[in-house]
């Protein structure tokens, strides 16, 4: 048993020196800290190998541990594809990351909910009250409803989660009044925890993430990323990978798509 | 050295208890180990797969110092005694417990020893498909295990020991008493071996030991009896030793060979040997050989069954010979069976002086009663002649006219001749007997007519003295008999005479029995009853004595020679019977009279 063990462990080994050593370094894809790195890497890691795959590139996931250390990552040149829109904000717009592609599906929107049963109608009866949010750093879960307050002249006690499950969560467990999400991770969270909640806010549509290339990532390597990317959806080859993960394919998106988030961010002096 | 029973039961006691123990305690200790690995595989296996979760966030994000971090947590409990992050970067060693910290198990060297646990190594993967980040290897730590078996084991160990000691301590107590009497007896025995024989065992209550402490109480006690018993029998045998030494009588023994073996002083008085120069010799050299023979008589005597008194003469070494008497008696050994004679030797020299002397006298005593017979056989005769003469010529003188007074003269010559006549005739009688001149004739007669006759004289001076006199003869006596008549009248004419001389007032009974009756003969038994003065008891033993009566006045006062009952007793003594006399003073006398007759 222990020699078979060890010739396990050899082996694995080897598979990882083989990556390590035998091809060029992966380039490294960063992904924005919308749920923990574990839920990230289970949906991101079968993407990107497929991604890698089809366009003969080696792509590592690569995130900090919060999102501001994905987003300094971001800022260091670190990453030479991202998947977020941080780099919208004024202080990442220097770099020139490129908008390659956009996550597929409907149009994400800002949503605050509060407890089914709450007495919460509407954004002034939160007045003063506790709202759960996955970070400063969340567009549609942040900037985006921080706008809606001021604008509706409510003032909030912000309760950071980290991420957005971590904001629903609190909601679940009644630390917090209402919390702001992510559309799109409202209807899984919903669906997973099997909890209703009560939508007292829903944003205008901004687009989903983007998929961004640094400049330095030559313009071959981008193209065969981008042609892999868009894809994924027509390729019969990725049809079970896109049921596991629960995503419907990336589709084409340029930068001017984001200029509503930048408009955003720069309202809230991002 | 010599073994202790307490120290070698202890001692086998504890080794055995310490074995089965110990053994036991291993047994389990194993099966404890087993149930340890078991659980420390579980543990580290457990442990990996809650950890797993933690540490994926931190491998995708590259956090490896939180991974670490996260192990050294959950590590916290020591379950692990070595982690290892294998990467493509290479691998990292995250916790590497020291031997010296494993040994912070404190559970001591020789008990890890005994142990033997297999340390599980187990390897995760470390993955987010299909990505491979790490495998994680980890190897169980023991310390834990160590310590808690450690912990069982120690308190087993002190219950063990515990157990142990207070077993011993009372099975050593309990062996301590129950050896006790075994001491005492020990200390019993040693002074009942010193002479002590009153040392006992007190009585115990266990058990195994009252038979012990029974038969010894019993052996003292035999013992004790015994040697009482020999004591006895040294004393009696030492007296008996010295009467043997110190008899006046020779007392020797000799073996079956008849070499002298024992030697008393009596004996060196009467032969002159001391008794080492006697033992040893031949018995007969002692004794003068028989006349005419060269046999000994002493030796025949050894020989004879049942031994025999024998008279011999000894020779003395310094002296005359010595007539002597010897006894023998066989002399047993120890088992019964004989092994010599007991020798006893008399001398004699007196008794042989005396028994000359005796006959010499005795000779000259009868030669002298002979001599007296007869001259009194002669004299009397002499006497009798003229008596006769005397009373003849006063019969004729009574023939012839005389005077009053010359008659009364004559009749006093007649009496006194009559009486003066009795009396020689009672000399004569009692001389012819004393000479042996007497003899009793053998003829038949008839026994009734014998008895009546006896009584018919007395019929008449028993009148006068208004006496009753009867006469009875059984009616079984047979009619004849054969026998002397003439001395048995003579008997019976003299008792009836005496009882009748002797009796003032009341009666005179005879009566004759017979007692047995035989083919050959009859014994009868007379017996003459009167009721006269009676005899004194003293004198009773002497009334059968020549001259003799109760009291000599009476010769004066009734007359007679006093010789009647001499010559009654030595007639029925003539005739092969018995002559003796019962007697009352003042109240009467009988006397009886049995003799052996013929049937005719």
């Known amino acids: 048993m222990a020699m078979r063990r060890t010739i396990l462990v050899v082996l694995l080994l080897g598979a990882l020196g083989t990556v390590a050593h035998a091809q060029p370094p992966p380039l490294a894809f960063g992904v924005l800290n919308q749920q923990s790195p574990t839920l990230t890497a289970e949906r991101w890691n079968p993407i990107l190998q497929y991604v890698g795959t089809a366009a003969g590139v080696a792509l590592r996931l690569r995130m900090g541990r919060t999102v501001d250390e994905t987003d300094e990552m971001m800022g260091r040149g670190e990453l030479d594809f991202v998947f977020?829109?941080?780099?919208?904000?004024?202080?990442?717009?220097?770099?020139?990351?490129?908008?390659?592609?956009?996550?597929?599906?409907?149009p994400i929107r800002s949503?605050?909910?509060?407890?089914?049963?709450?007495?919460?109608?509407?954004?002034?009866?939160?007045?003063?009250?506790?709202?759960?949010?996955?970070?400063?750093e969340a567009f549609v879960a942040y900037a985006v409803p921080l706008v809606a307050l001021k604008t509706a002249g409510v003032t909030v006690e912000e309760v950071?989660?980290?991420?957005?499950?971590?904001?629903?969560?609190?909601?679940?467990?009644?630390?917090?009044?209402?919390?702001?999400?992510?559309?799109?991770f409202l209807k899984q969270y919903a669906e997973r925890e099997a909890v209703t909640f009560r939508q007292i806010?829903?944003?205008?549509?901004?687009?989903?993430?983007?998929?961004?290339?640094?400049?330095?990532?030559?313009?071959?390597?981008?193209?065969?990323?981008?042609?892999?990317?868009?894809?994924?959806?027509?390729?019969?080859?990725?049809?079970?990978?896109?049921?596991?993960?629960?995503?419907?394919?990336?589709?084409?998106?340029?930068?001017?798509?984001?200029?509503?988030?930048?408009?955003?961010?720069?309202?809230?002096?991002? | 050295m010599t073994p202790s029973l307490r120290a070698l039961v202890l001692g086998v006691t504890s080794v055995a208890l310490v074995t089965v123990m110990g053994g036991g305690l291993l047994v389990d200790l194993r099966q404890r180990v087993k149930g340890a690995q078991v659980r420390l595989d579980e543990d580290s296996q457990r442990l990996a797969a809650g950890t797993l979760p933690l540490l994926v966030d931190a491998f995708v994000v590259g956090d490896l110092a939180t991974a670490e971090q996260i192990l050294r947590r959950v590590n916290a409990g020591g379950v692990w005694r070595r982690v290892q992050i294998l990467e493509p970067r290479g691998s990292r060693v995250v916790l590497d417990a020291s031997p010296a910290a494993e040994r912070a198990s404190n559970a001591p060297e020789w008990f890890r020893?005994?142990?033997?646990?297999?340390?599980?190594?187990?390897?995760?993967?470390?993955?987010?498909?299909?990505?491979?980040?790490?495998?994680?290897?980890?190897e169980a730590s023991a310390a834990a295990v160590e310590r808690d078996l450690w912990a069982q084991a120690r308190d087993m160990l002190l219950i063990t020991v515990v157990l142990l000691g207070t077993l011993l301590v009372v099975t050593g107590t309990i062996l301590t008493r129950g050896l006790r009497p075994l001491r005492t007896l020990a200390e019993r025995a040693t002074r009942l071996g010193r002479g002590d024989l009153s040392a006992r065992m007190p009585d115990t209550r266990l058990?195994?030991?009252?038979?012990?402490?029974?038969?010894?109480?019993?052996?003292?006690?035999?013992?004790?009896?015994?040697?009482?018993?020999?004591?006895?029998?040294?004393?009696?045998?030492?007296?008996?030793?010295?009467?043997?030494?110190?008899?006046?009588?020779?007392?020797?023994?000799?073996?079956?060979?008849?070499?002298?073996?024992?030697?008393?002083?009596?004996?060196?008085?009467?032969?002159?040997?001391?008794?080492?120069?006697?033992?040893?010799?031949?018995?007969?050299?002692?004794?003068?050989?028989?006349?005419?023979?060269?046999?000994?008589?002493?030796?025949?005597?050894?020989?004879?069954?049942?031994?025999?008194?024998?008279?011999?003469?000894?020779?003395?070494?310094?002296?005359?010979?010595?007539?002597?008497?010897?006894?023998?008696?066989?002399?047993?050994?120890?088992?019964?069976?004989?092994?010599?004679?007991?020798?006893?030797?008399?001398?004699?020299?007196?008794?042989?002086?005396?028994e000359q002397e005796m006959q010499q006298a005795r000779e000259r005593a009868e030669e002298g009663s002979r001599a007296k017979s007869e001259f009194l056989a002669t004299m009397s005769h002499e006497l009798l002649t003229p008596m006769n003469g005397i009373l003849g010529i006063a019969q004729l003188l009574d023939a012839t006219p005389l005077t009053a007074e010359q008659r009364e003269l004559l009749d006093t010559i007649e009496r006194s001749g009559e009486a003066l006549l009795q009396v020689i005739n009672d000399l004569l009688e009692i001389s012819r007997i004393e000479a042996g001149q007497v003899q009793v004739e053998a003829r038949a007669f008839e026994l009734r007519g014998v008895v009546a006759d006896s009584v018919k004289p007395f019929v008449l001076p028993a009148q006068h003295?208004?006496?009753?006199?009867?006469?009875?003869?059984?009616?079984?006596?047979?009619?004849?008999?054969?026998?002397?008549?003439?001395?048995?009248?003579?008997?019976?004419?003299?008792?009836?005479?005496?009882?009748?001389?002797?009796?003032?007032?009341?009666?005179?009974?005879?009566?004759?029995?017979?007692?047995?009756?035989?083919?050959?003969?009859?014994d009868i038994h007379a017996r003459v009853r009167d009721t006269g003065i009676g005899i004194p008891a003293d004198k009773l033993s002497m009334i059968f004595e020549v001259f003799t009566q109760a009291d000599s006045s009476l010769t004066r006062r009734y007359g007679g020679t006093g010789l009647g009952l001499a010559i009654t007793a030595r007639l029925v003594a003539l005739m092969g019977g018995r002559a003796w006399v019962e007697s009352e003073l003042g109240r009467g006398s009988t006397f009886h009279v049995t003799l052996r007759l013929g049937r005719a």
């Open chain 2, 465 to 522: 003295k208004k006496l009753a006199v009867t006469v009875a003869v059984a009616p079984e006596a047979p009619a004849r008999v054969v026998g002397d008549p003439v001395r048995l009248r003579q008997v019976l004419v003299n008792l009836v005479g005496n009882a009748v001389k002797f009796t003032e007032r009341g009666e005179v009974a005879v009566t004759v029995e017979t007692t047995d009756h035989g083919e050959d003969g009859v």
């Open chain 1, 111 to 136: 949503v605050i909910v509060v407890a089914a049963d709450s007495p919460v109608r509407q954004l002034k009866d939160l007045a003063g009250k506790k709202v759960a949010f996955p970070s400063r």
């Open chain 2, 207 to 354: 058990a195994e030991l009252a038979p012990t402490v029974a038969a010894f109480n019993s052996m003292a006690a035999s013992l004790e009896q015994l040697l009482a018993e020999v004591r006895a029998k040294e004393a009696a045998n030492r007296r008996l030793a010295a009467i043997v030494e110190q008899s006046e009588e020779a007392i020797f023994t000799v073996a079956l060979d008849q070499r002298i073996t024992s030697w008393n002083r009596g004996a060196e008085l009467l032969f002159g040997w001391p008794a080492d120069a006697a033992l040893g010799r031949a018995l007969d050299t002692l004794f003068a050989p028989d006349a005419g023979t060269r046999d000994r008589q002493v030796a025949r005597l050894l020989a004879t069954r049942p031994p025999e008194r024998v008279e011999t003469t000894a020779l003395p070494v310094r002296t005359p010979p010595v007539p002597v008497v010897v006894a023998s008696s066989p002399l047993a050994g120890e088992d019964g069976a004989q092994i010599g004679h007991i020798v006893v030797v008399r001398d004699i020299t007196a008794r042989k002086r005396a």
């Open chain 2, 113 to 138: 020893a005994l142990l033997t646990i297999k340390l599980p190594v187990h390897r995760h993967v470390i993955k987010v498909d299909p990505v491979v980040y790490a495998v994680l290897v980890v």
């Open chain 1, 160 to 184: 950071l989660a980290g991420n957005q499950d971590g904001a629903l969560a609190q909601l679940k467990a009644q630390q917090v009044q209402a919390a702001a999400v992510n559309s799109r």
């Open chain 1, 84 to 106: 977020t829109n941080h780099n919208f904000q004024s202080e990442y717009e220097r770099i020139g990351f490129r908008v390659i592609a956009r996550w597929g599906g409907e």
């Open chain 1, 201 to 270: 806010y829903l944003s205008d549509p901004y687009p989903d993430l983007a998929v961004i290339a640094h400049p330095r990532v030559p313009a071959a390597t981008v193209d065969a990323v981008r042609k892999a990317l868009l894809g994924m959806k027509s390729d019969p080859a990725a049809a079970a990978l896109l049921e596991r993960v629960k995503f419907t394919g990336f589709e084409p998106a340029t930068d001017r798509d984001y200029d509503g988030v930048r408009r955003i961010y720069r309202q809230i002096g991002q």
